[in-house]
């Protein structure tokens, strides 16, 4: 996380577990929470640093070398997921994903760890288009996605999705319904040949799942990885409506969408507010994702993680 106030990692793992959460996302390596996490049971999505894309891709040893290092040493961690590249733009280190997540299956399978660890790429809404209505949408040809959902469907690793309606909401203000972003009831609800979507984060979710059906990877699996609602800093961010999406986000996830009524594994961003993200250009909200305070630990808002699958620090 990007904070210069945040607690020690012993403390985070306390407070995950004091509050019933299961998962927790790493978005790189850290060896003093993974020690903290020992014995927790609590699973673990470890990001990839994406400045590594191109040795991982292009060097042998460098994947079973980043085994050894980041996996092998914790044996008592419950590791679930390896993220080979966070919300990758098209060019030069998109190209290094597919290769990357490659040779990272193969380390990990070769370490032992085939059927308890999967490995895959998070991916933001931009890597679709013609997402209205969901059933039209295709994955965006500038991120060559083909190749990537061939290799998930081929391992049985899922594709993980970073899933924001807030920033639908707010991008496209005023002509998406704030209810309809915060599973309030709303009139604008989309009907879609036999389905109908009552909240656009259903509606973001299974253009994400048509889009994969599109390239071949109908049987690939869909984690989202990242999803939440800010409490200050911009449009629509209130503590009233970030309590109101990430309770009924908590809540909802369990029924699965209207096209996959599985249970839909998600990750709430974030665990703590950050107080270094970037603030420039409109994006004070960045800094205010946090479901607690870092000095305190005391909840931003009240909130019940009855179903919560988990946080991300």
């Known amino acids: 996380m990007v904070g210069d106030n945040l607690p020690p990692p012993s403390d985070v793992v306390e407070l995950y577990r004091s509050n019933g959460i299961t998962a927790m996302r790493l978005y790189a390596p850290n060896d003093t929470t993974l020690r903290a996490l020992k014995d927790t049971g609590i699973h673990v999505m470890m990001g990839v640093d994406d400045g590594t894309l191109e040795d991982l891709a292009t060097n042998p040893s460098a994947a079973p070398n980043w085994v050894r290092t980041n996996i092998l040493p914790y044996p008592q961690v419950s590791f679930k997921y390896i993220v080979v590249g966070n919300e990758v733009a098209p060019g030069d280190a998109h190209n290094y994903i597919l290769p990357a997540m490659s040779k990272m299956w193969d380390a990990i399978c070769k370490a032992g760890y085939k059927d308890k660890i999967k490995v895959s790429t998070a991916v933001c809404s931009l890597v679709l288009t013609n997402t209205y209505p969901p059933s039209k949408s295709q994955f965006n040809p500038s ?4 190749p ?9 690793n899922p594709l993980l999705a970073n899933i924001y309606p807030y920033f639908s909401y707010k991008d496209n203000y005023p002509k998406i319904d704030l209810n309809y972003a915060l599973f309030k009831p709303s009139t604008a609800v989309v009907q879609d040949g036999t389905y109908k979507y009552t909240n656009l ?9 048509y889009a994969l059906e599109k390239a071949g990877g109908s049987r690939v699996g869909v984690v989202v990885s990242e999803s939440g609602w800010p409490s200050d800093g911009g449009l629509g961010a209130t503590k009233e409506n970030a309590k109101t999406y990430n309770q009924n986000l908590i809540n909802h996830v369990v029924s699965g969408t209207p ?12 665990m703590f507010n950050e107080n270094m993200k970037p603030n420039d250009n409109g994006r004070e909200v960045e800094r205010y994702f946090g479901l607690f305070y870092p000095t305190n630990k005391s909840p931003v808002y009240p909130i019940s993680f009855n179903n919560v699958t988990s946080q991300k620090i």
């Open 143 to 146: 991120y060559t996605m083909g």
């Open 148 to 156: 990537i959902v061939e290799f998930l469907s081929e391992t049985g």
């Open 201 to 209: 984060f259903d509606a973001m979710v299974d253009s994400v799942y």
């Open 259 to 270: 096209k996959n009524k599985t249970n839909l594994e998600t990750y709430v961003f974030a």
